[in-house]
Nanobody, 126 residues
Framework: QVHLVESGGGSVQPGGSLRLTCAAP????????IGWFRHAPGKEGEFVAA????????IYADSVKGRFTISRDHAMDTVYLQMNSLKNENTAVYYC???????????????????WGPGTQVNVSS
């Protein structure tokens, strides 16, 4: 497993932006696909976005397409989630997960990911 840490959460008004960061202190995760999920109070956890180990394959939930961008910096060993045009309903705890299987693709099922960070809170409100 990989110990992941998320950062970058905070409070923002609707229409604002945040950039979340996922890192694995002390080790590299360049060989793993990484995904972002979120869990809002009273709701099921949901897939947000994922990126393949190479960074070439990216997939998004329909609800965030065109507003969120996932990317990775292999030199910095970091994955980012740029979130623009945030909405109230995007309020949630956001988690990054690592897919430590040998897959070359990005996948969305939560069961594909076997290592998780503690999450970072995102609050969108006016």
């Amino acid at each position: 497993q990989v110990h992941l840490v998320e950062s970058g959460g905070g409070s923002v008004q609707p229409g604002g932006s945040l950039r979340l960061t996922c890192a694995a202190p002390g080790r590299s995760f360049t060989s793993h696909a990484i995904g972002w999920f979120r869990h809002a109070p009273g709701k099921e956890g949901e897939f947000v976005a994922a990126i393949s180990r190479s960074g070439d394959n990216k997939i998004y939930a329909d609800s965030v397409k065109g507003r969120f961008t996932i990317s990775r910096d292999h030199a910095m060993d970091t994955v980012y989630l740029q979130m623009n045009s945030l909405k109230n309903e995007n309020t949630a705890v956001y988690y990054c997960g690592a897919d430590t299987s040998p897959t070359l693709q990005a996948q969305s099922p939560r069961t594909s990911f076997d290592s998780w960070g503690p999450g970072t809170q995102v609050n969108v409100s006016s």
